[in-house]
Every structure is written in C-alpha cells, then in structure tokens.
C-alpha cells in the first residue's frame, strides 16, 4: 500500500479516491460480477473544477479498486452526473456481440458566446467492462433550450412498457422521458411542481420499485431527489424522497405536497443514487458523504470527499404510510474483526466507558425506565467528542458534532442534527459506524439514518453510555473493531 490513505482524516473503510477532489456517485451499475462505482472527479485540484468520471470496481462494494478515469471532458464540455445501464439486448446498436454498459451523463458547456450554462445528456459506450469509452457520435442525444437547471440522467429499463426511463432534474421538478433506444428521447411527463421540499435546486433523480414489507404483489416506486444549499437555511445541501405509483410515463406521489420525506438526517449525505441492474433483487444505494456547504473547505489534504457506506434500501409501512429503512449491505461482514458483548447493565449517574479503537461499530439496544435522555459519546484523549443522545420526551435523536474536533473551516459545520424518530416497544437500536472523520448512525433497522462528517484531532479511544435525569437499561452493547479496506 502506498503512504496514500494513511493521511490525517483519511477514511479507512469508505471509497475515496487515492487524490484530488470527488463529488457525487455516477454511473453505478453491476456488470460480469463488478460493481462500478464513477464520481464526479476533478484530477487537477482538491476543489470542484471541471468535471470527469473518476471509476473504481468492486466485488463486494467495500473493498475497492480505482481505475483510470473514464471520461474526459470533450467537445460538447464538462462530464457531469449521470447513470450507467446494460443493454442486455443491444437496443442500441452500440455492440456487435453480447451486451455492454452505456451511460448516460450530462454534458456542461455555456451557450455559444455568452455565459449562459448550457446543459445537454450525451451517450458513452464501453464493450470492455467499462475499462475504456467510446462517446456516441450523436451526441448530445437530449436538450432543451428553455431550461438552465438540466442535468443528472438516471436511466432504467421498464419491463412493463418495453422502454427505456430517464428521470432528469430539471430546475424544481423532474421531468420523465422514454426511448426505445437510449438516442432519442421522448418527453412523457413532468413531477413535482409543488411536491415537497423546493428549498434548493432539485438534482440527481433516482427512480425504482421496492416490495413493501417484502410482499412482491405490493411495490411501491420510490423517487429520491437531491435539492441543493439554500444559504438562507442551516443544513445545505440534502436529499429527500418520495413514495407512489409510476406507469411507465407519469409518476404519482401518494402523499401531500407539503409532505416532506429525509432520506437521512445528518448533513452529509447528498446526491446519492442506486445501483443499476443488481441480479440479487437487492436495491443498494450510495451518497457522497459531504455537504456543499462546506465541501470544498473540509480539512484534508491531497484528497477530498467520501462515499457513503454503500446501504441496501427496503420499504416499511408504518402509521404514517410508507418509508424508506436503510441498511448497510451485508457486505461489510468482511472488515468485523473482534466483537466484545455486554448485557443487561443499568445506567444511572455514573456513566459508563469502554475502550474501543479507531475503526469501530458499536451496536447497542436501551430499554427505557425514568431517565429524560440517555445516549453515547466516543471521545479521543483531547476530549473531542461526539454525542448520540435520544430525548424520551420530544422523541427526538440527536447527533452532536459540536464539540467533535475541527470545526473551524465552516460556520455552519458545528451543528446539532436531530431526526424525528419514536421508540419500539420501549426500546431503542442505535448501529453507529465510527471511521476515522465519519459517523453514520442506524436507528431502529435502519429507519432513521444520521449521517455526518467529524474531524477529531486524535482517534477516538473511548466510548461512553450515560443516563440523564433517571435510569436506563442497556439490554445489549456490541463493540467490533473494523479493519481498514486499504491493507491489502
Ligand atoms: C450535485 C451536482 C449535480 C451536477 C454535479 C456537478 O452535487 O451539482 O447536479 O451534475 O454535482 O459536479
């Protein structure tokens, strides 16, 4: 291994590239046993610049390998967010034998002779593995001279209707489109006018069927939608989603416009999308693990940004309706080394610490008696600490990063985030992923996620339990040491 991936702050078991700045996850699609993953990538900086399509491969979405960039900023301008697909049956002529990938991205330039930014979706094909790309001649296959605000193409393959989907962001809706051939584009109709949050600009569409509760003859379709920093408001950049019905032209939401859906409620999670033509029926989705806020001030050097842990999504109807529940994939298996276990304790004033290392998971189950609130800290020998608190009163779960280590480079990185989450039966799950600068936070399976970025000083040596106001009994404490992806 190189010194790379050794630096201050540097991720261990979450995909960065080995230099430079990335932003979103594009392009991801699993093909002769690979998982793809292509970011937005800026080679000559440690800041946004103009955008290629960074890759790296994985066979089991954690450990991965980078590879050569795979596009390059042409003629029709810079390489922005997109998708990649198979094309089982060549439908678009692309490939003499068997099938290929091609993908579909956003091609930025400005209008000719002004300044105007000018966005239009173009078509790359690889017949080797997505090892090199061919960029369609016809390019770019989709533009609209109305519309600034054009960009990030998903693309899937509707069985129903024998045709090809594209969701496109388009400024402050989404607007949907068929084709028969992934070239010529065909408007079906436009979502979201109104429908939820329109705090920012909308980005990065994604659209798919998830059984809910498991039940195969009841799907639902999911929309996720990634809207952009609104300096006016606190949290930046982030991501919501929607639940409904999609015929193959036109999108129905089932709730209320002014119901507002957070796939994750930490700061930094943004422009994640899913995983294209998986074969195991699992959805499995990735963000990039970073804010516009603050993305290009965060204090790394030589590298900038991370991935998500890679979360297999699923659907759970509650009273409220339906919902999207996340979970790391099963995957990650493959980095628990040592798990220490400790049942059935009692908290009260005192609190309770435990060592643990750098790369840790820690599960654990509180069953409620007469405390206010009770949670967790991991702290370092600085005392730099991160809180997980749950409030019994307001129902709220709290992930604190003020006092967390460097908070410096942002006025708006030291921050409180909360998520509405009840308890189960008395009781709480917390699955807390603890890498060296990141911190996600699973609660209750996976129906709240709280994901955020930390910079401590020193690693984090301790891990405490406390209990305010009153008692709380911890049923079941896990402690497992993760290794990092980057010993090979
Ligand atoms: C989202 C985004 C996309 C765009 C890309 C540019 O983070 O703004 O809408 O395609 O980043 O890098």
């Known amino acids: 291994m190189s010194v790379k991936y050794k630096e201050k702050h540097r991720l261990q078991f979450h995909f960065s590239p080995e230099e430079k700045w990335m932003n979103d996850p594009n392009g991801m699609v699993f093909f002769n046993d690979e998982y793809h993953l292509f970011y937005q990538y800026h080679p000559h900086g440690t800041t946004w610049g103009p955008m290629h399509w960074g890759h790296a491969v994985s066979r089991d979405l954690i450990h991965w390998e980078e590879l050569p960039i795979a596009l390059y900023p042409d003629e029709h301008g810079a390489i922005f967010s997109g998708s990649a697909v198979v094309d089982w049956n060549n439908t678009s002529g692309f490939f003499d034998e068997g099938p290929g990938l091609v993908a579909i991205y956003t091609s930025a330039d400005n209008y000719p002779d002004s300044d105007r930014p000018r966005q239009r979706q173009s078509l790359a094909y690889s017949n080797d593995n997505g090892r090199t ?13 109305n519309i600034t605000d054009y960009r990030d193409p998903k693309v899937f393959w509707h069985s129903e209707t024998n045709k090809w989907v594209m969701v496109l962001a388009t400024c402050q809706t989404v607007t949907i489109y068929t084709s028969p051939n992934l070239k010529d584009w065909k408007f079906a109709s436009e979502f979201g006018q109104k429908a939820g949050s329109h705090d920012g600009v909308w980005e990065c569409p994604d659209l798919f069927k998830l059984p809910v509760d498991g039940d195969e003859n009841n799907q639902k379709w999911v929309m996720l939608l990634s809207i952009g920093d609104n300096p006016q408001l606190k949290e930046g950049s982030r991501t919501q989603y929607f639940i409904g019905d999609f015929d193959g032209t036109t999108f129905i939401n089932d709730n209320s416009d002014e119901t507002v859906l957070w796939l994750d409620h930490g ?87 435990y060592n643990v290392r750098d790369l840790t998971e820690v599960t654990v189950e509180f069953e ?65 992923f603890i890498d060296t600068s990141s911190i996600e936070v699973f609660a209750n399976d996976g129906e709240v996620a709280v994901t955020s970025l930390i910079f401590p ?32």
């Open 368 to 432: 409620k008696e007469n405390a206010t609130s009770f949670g967790l800290f991991i702290e370092n020998s600085e005392g730099e600490k991160t809180v997980v608190r749950y409030d019994t009163q307001k129902e709220l779960l709290f992930v604190d990063r003020t006092h967390s280590g460097d908070n410096s480079f942002s006025e708006s990185f030291a921050a409180v985030q909360e998520a509405p989450l009840k308890m189960k039966n008395n009781r709480l799950k917390l699955q807390i």
């Open 267 to 353: 700061r930094d999670n943004y422009a994640g999308v899913s995983w294209s033509d998986v074969q195991d029926g699992r959805r499995i989705y990735i963000g990039w693990m970073s804010n516009w806020r603050y993305a290009n001030q965060v204090p790394t050097e030589g590298w900038r940004s991370s991935m998500t842990l890679p979360r297999e999504l699923s659907l759970t109807s509650s009273e409220e309706g339906v919902r999207l529940v996340q979970k790391p994939v099963g995957e990650i298996n493959s980095i628990r080394k040592g798990t220490e276990v400790y049942k059935d304790q009692v908290i009260a004033e005192t609190n309770m610490s």
């Open 133 to 145: 790309w061919v960029t369609y001649e016809g390019n770019p296959v989709l533009s609209d001279v």
């Open 457 to 488: 000083s020193k690693v984090s040596e301790h891990l405490t339990l406390f209990s305010i106001e009153g008692n709380t009994n911890v049923t079941q404490l896990k402690i497992t040491d993760l290794v990092s992806i980057w010993n090979k």
